[in-house]
């Protein structure tokens, strides 16, 4: 299929100036100008796996989104591969989080297979862009790309999304794998320090934590009754009368109209609309620990008021690049259909759609504004998009204290860390609490917003970039 491109819609910038206002407006300019002059005549092209699911495409969208804003050429493609290709790079992502993933080898055969497959993606690339152009590849699925396009003279920079917070054997394997390719790359950016292997030269190395949209479908502002008749609509919640549900903005400027069911694979019916949601929503991945999730709120349902806990994620066929979805959503019925009658009543598996991917951001939007308290209790963690998703929305946010997530959350203000995301325990005395006291809530919430209007949105991501690239050239 080679590479397919993907449409951003620019967002202008007096838009954002709405949210951050003058005196941070004025600062913003003075970096878009400079970048402007530097960019001149020049494209800057993002390469991913994947257009939808998981935070890569979303931060992609809002970062993009802002960049053409300014009148600056950026581009997105996403590359190709079948199964046996992504298999290979699952490993990796699993390797680099620390863990074993399926245990498969990461040896010649492999880097075969893998050269293999992006080789004719890196040929399309290197007659796409000119001498002193920028492109910037995203995670181990791109690492590939990189030689070829030095050696064609490309600037390049490799941007790593995932990692873990103290090496280990595993994550060794795959810097071993992705060495070969990256080494010669005269920029990386992680979202963590701790996530770059010691090999790698610190004065090549840049922290860019990722933002949000204020304006996208996923972030945009719903109201309460919205909100409710998307979620009765798609059969999230009970109830419902024919209520229209909620408009939400598309990328290319359109208007669309939230209309997909969401699949609950089994285990509804959907919450009642007037009882507290706990909410986790993220890719069926396995060091999201869904499972735990599930066992930690069972331990103390008695504790739990009359909330319900819903775990959503993409539909497992709308991830190109993810081969293990399917099986962990199997583990997390497998591990729901062993809950006791009277907790699997209240515990929820869904599926959303993807085969609208704003659509599908509208669903979670509304989701997660429903919710009581949203849940990351990831194992490991490269940014956690979803927490300060959370917290744009004014929600007290209980996360492991892992990658990212630690970035996000201030103990105690915005919400809970967990020292050991295996502590079902805390997490659920944390939870019981939260659930408890609707003010103590409600502050952690505010003062999460206010914590992601400081530090989250794109003009600050922007002249981070800047800094970058000015460095680059």
Known sequence: MGLEEVRVRPVPPALLESVIGPER?????????????????????????????????ELLQTLLANVCGLGIDAR????????????????????????????????????????????????????????????????????????????????????CHVGLDAQNDHSEVAWDFLRRYI????????????????WMPRDRLYVIPPSIDPFS??????SGPEVRHSLQHVGLLGGGAGEPPASFPRRDGAVGRISRPVDLVGTGPPPPPDVPLVVQASR????????????????????????????AGPSVDGVADDPEAAAVLDGCLTAWRALPDAVRRRVHLACVSMIDGDEAAAVVNALQRHAAVVVQKSLAEGFGL???????????????AVGGIVDQIIPGETGHLLADPNDRATFAARLAELLADPAEADRMGSNGRQHALEHF?????????????????
């Open 25 to 57: 407006t004025e600062r913003f300019e003075v970096t878009a100008d400079a970048m402007r002059t530097l960019l001149s005549g020049r494209m800057v092209l993002n390469v991913n796996s994947t257009a939808n699911g998981g935070g890569v495409a």
């Open 76 to 159: 997105w493609v996403v590359i190709d591969g079948d199964p046996a290709f992504f298999a290979i790079t699952k490993r990796i992502h699993n390797h680099l989080y620390g863990t074993a993933g399926d245990g498969g080898p990461l040896g010649p055969s492999e880097h075969q297979r893998y050269e293999a497959t992006l080789a004719p993606s890196a040929s399309e690339l290197i007659d796409l862009v000119r001498p002193g152009d920028v492109v910037l590849l995203h995670d181990p699925q791109t690492a590939g790309l990189a030689p070829p396009l030095l050696e064609a003279g490309i600037a390049v920079v490799w941007r």
């Open 183 to 198: 080494e010669g790359v005269p920029a990386f950016v992680f979202s963590c320090p701790q996530f770059a292997p010691p």
């Open 217 to 222: 479908a996923k972030n945009v502002s719903l």
């Open 284 to 311: 069926w991945d396995a060091l999201k620990d869904m499972p735990g999730v599930m066992a930690g709120f069972a331990d103390r349902l008695t504790d739990m008021g009359s909330a319900h806990l819903v775990l």
């Open 386 to 400: 979803t927490v300060v998703e959370a917290m744009w929305k004014a929600r007290p946010v209980i996360g492991s």
């Open 457 to 473: 949105l794109g003009d600050r991501h922007l002249e981070q970039w800047a800094q970058v690239l000015t460095e680059l050239h």
